[in-house]
């Protein structure tokens, strides 16, 4: 009688789960800058850092050539994607004309079922903040933004700005592991909370706009490219 083959453990990660988190590793470590702007992604030290074959490393690379955080060139190999203070400037003027529009169409006063929804995702938000779990700071906010200008009513405005929220992810992710940035992201959005239940529009609107600002600001000096984008 043959023995049978040993069981995985029940609690033993599948492929999929082990490829799931060496995404999410290297997602991390780029979008909170642990990696800086045009950083090369050498394979052999993705590998030691995450304990992972280079088949995973390859995959998580690729995937994330995908979503626009990782550009990979023959001879050169993979690296951080590099955003020129030209194409900053450049990829938020469209961000900004969409949050705008999308902002400026939200009814108000807004309803109450909307207000009471964004007051609890604030207050996870600030409950991630206060634990610094950064990738729970970074969904919350997205949720947050996601809600609020869904209330627009046009879900492909929402999705063409969710697309450009995913874009500028590298460039202002790294904002929510800052204290000074951070802290002025709750109030705006608290501030935000508030305008909803008025009557003012073009505030609104405005304040949606100027809530990107700090993190575009952070990113141009951060690649020193905040007086060419002048």
């Avoid at 590793?25 to 074959?53: H, K, N, W």
């Avoid at 060139?73 to 999308?102: C, D, H, P, W």
């Avoid at 933004?145 to 992810?169: C, E, I």
Wanted: contains cysteine; proline residues 4%; charged residues 25%.
């Amino acid at each position: 009688m043959k023995p049978q083959a040993a069981l995985p453990e029940a609690n033993s990660p599948t492929r999929e789960e082990e490829q799931a988190e060496v995404i999410r590793r290297l997602e991390e470590d780029i979008i909170f800058g642990r990696f800086a702007p045009g950083a090369r992604l050498v394979e052999d030290t993705l590998m030691s850092r995450y304990g992972a074959s280079r088949h995973f490393v390859r995959q998580a690379l690729f995937q994330l050539e995908r979503q626009g955080i990782v550009l990979r060139e023959k001879n050169i190999g993979a690296t951080v994607r590099f955003y020129s203070a030209e194409e900053v400037r450049q990829i938020y003027e469209v961000r900004e004309m969409l949050t705008r529009q999308a902002a400026l169409m939200i009814p108000l006063p807004a309803p109450l079922e909307l207000i009471d929804h964004l007051i609890e995702l604030q207050r996870r938000y600030c409950a991630k903040a206060d634990a610094q779990d950064l990738r729970g700071i970074h969904e919350a906010n997205d949720a947050f933004h996601v809600t609020l200008f869904s209330a627009s009513g046009n879900p492909y405005l929402v999705r063409s700005l969710q697309d450009y929220m995913n874009l500028t992810l590298p460039m202002r992710a790294k904002n929510l592991a800052d204290k000074e940035g951070l802290a002025l992201s709750r109030r705006q959005h608290e501030l935000m909370i508030e305008l909803l239940r008025g009557r003012d529009s073009w505030a609104l609107a405005q304040l949606c706009v100027d809530h990107m600002q700090f993190s575009k600001a952070d990113y141009l000096g951060r690649i020193g490219g905040d007086q060419s984008a002048d």
